[in-house]
């Protein structure tokens, strides 16, 4: 057994960007200095308020809850909530939250379920199937995010939370440099909240998703379903992840370094401003006169049968 690089008890993880083993207690002091650090970078939390958790019932969002829950657990000021969405995803969704709800009963938060049906009349599935042009993926994540941002709004949440890990990051970074996408480079990380916009924050974002995944083993999160979503492929993204774990694995370092040199230009960048206006339709922020969700739901509607 390595022996743990800090105290010489064995040790459950090898980090190779750091060169250090660590026990399970080191591993854990780790983990949470990161998020700690990460969560000091918002600059909301001098205060106290109620934290949204987008909640999925997969390992990310599922260690998000658990460490927040750990970390806030002194402060009777900050008050968590998991926000869960049921996209009518059959054969994959309902053990997701099905494990989402349990967790967040172990850790005594309060959560609640949106459902695409409810809010939009219509679910993943029923678009899937009709539209055979645009990815489900399109619908989803704009709807998710629709859905999430205007409950954390009501619930007058000072954050949203969401799992988004390191290698989640570095991808996202790195797609949208490939793409020459730098709006919506910047947007992944809003300088100040916006009108309409509930902050949205990452804890996670400088955990490694090996990581998470160790951590999830170690603390008996185990996600019950281990499927993934029928729709998942999403390829351009998926040739970047391979990519990234390949120069990782040859210059350990490499994902840490893209989102410390993101970070380094956000700093430098102005804050673009975009003018949120009110959807004319559902009423929520939208960049132009009518919000993204409501341009695709329409769009889609309007597709021959
Ligand atoms: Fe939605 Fe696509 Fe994710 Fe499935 S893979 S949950 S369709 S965004
Ligand atoms: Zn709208």
New binding site residues.
């Given amino acids: 057994m390595v022996p743990c690089s800090r105290c010489g008890r064995p040790s459950v993880i090898h980090q190779r960007y750091s060169g250090l083993n660590l026990c399970a207690e080191h591993f854990e002091e780790d983990v949470q200095r990161k998020i700690r650090e990460t969560l000091r970078t918002y600059r909301i939390f001098s205060r106290g308020g109620r934290v949204a958790v987008a909640l999925s019932g997969g390992k990310d969002s599922s260690v998000l809850l658990y460490t927040l829950k750990r970390i806030f657990s002194h402060r009777r000021d900050i008050e968590l909530i998991a926000l869960m969405v049921d996209?009518g995803?059959s054969g994959y969704r309902e053990d997701t939250l099905q494990n989402a709800a349990a967790l967040a009963d172990r850790l005594d938060v309060p959560h609640i379920t949106l459902s695409f049906r409810e809010e939009f009349g219509i679910t993943?599935d029923e678009i899937a199937e009709r539209d055979l042009h645009q990815a489900?993926?399109t619908y989803?994540?704009v709807m998710r995010k629709h859905l999430l941002n205007k409950r954390a709004r009501e619930l007058n949440a000072i954050a949203l939370a969401t799992g988004h890990n390191l290698d989640d990051e570095a991808q996202t970074i790195l797609l949208n440099y490939l793409r020459g996408d730098v709006d919506r480079l910047f947007r992944l990380l809003p300088k100040r909240p916006k009108e309409g916009l509930v902050y949205r924050i990452k804890p996670l974002r400088r955990i490694p998703e090996r990581e998470v995944a160790i951590y999830a083993m170690i603390h008996g999160i185990f996600p019950r379903g281990h499927g993934s979503?029928p729709?998942?492929p999403r390829a351009m993204r998926l040739e970047v992840k391979n990519i990234l774990n390949e120069i990782e694995a040859r210059h350990p370092g490499t994902k840490y370094s893209i989102l410390r040199g993101f970070d380094k230009i956000r700093e430098l960048a102005p804050d673009i401003h975009v003018d949120l206006h009110r959807c004319e339709r559902c009423g929520e922020p939208a960049g132009g006169s009518v919000c993204k969700t409501c341009q695709l739901l329409e769009g889609f509607r309007a597709k021959p049968l």
């Fill in positions: 996209e995803i993943i489900p993926c989803c994540g979503c729709n998942v």
